[in-house]
């Protein structure tokens, strides 16, 4: 199921995206990013990925591995980061841990490996 949102997700299908997430879902980003916040609603991936991806000149993700069970799945995946004064670009290891209802995406928790980094160089 979480494999289906990445896919979907990764081809902007929206529409698709939508039909796979809980009407109650809610995505948690920590509160240190520039996109923080509890996103709810089932078009919040969608909002959240906009207002992810409006931070960095640039942004690319790699999931390198998904795995879980009937009510709980973790994705893993790099984040490559371009900063939009020019600098470096940067990676960061990424966990995203979701839960499942009803055979829907309910809820969306993304973990940083150093989400103090991230908030820097935004």
Excluded at 11 to 40: C, M, N, Q, T
Excluded at 76 to 95: E, I, N, R, Y
């Amino acid at each position: 199921m979480l494999a289906a949102v990445y896919a979907a997700a990764g081809a902007r299908d929206w529409a698709k995206v939508e039909s796979l997430i809980h009407p109650d879902f809610v995505l948690y980003e920590a509160a240190s990013l520039p996109f923080a916040g509890e996103w709810r609603g089932k078009d919040a991936l969608q909002r959240c990925a906009m207002a992810m991806y409006g931070t960095w000149a640039e942004a690319k993700v790699d999931i390198h591995d998904i795995t879980g069970g009937d009510t709980h799945a973790v994705v893993v995946l790099t984040l490559t980061m371009h900063p939009k004064d020019g600098s470096a670009p940067f990676q960061q290891t990424v966990c995203e841990a979701g839960t499942f209802e009803d055979g829907l995406l309910k809820t969306l928790r993304i973990h940083y490996f150093d989400a103090a980094e991230v908030a820097a160089r935004a």
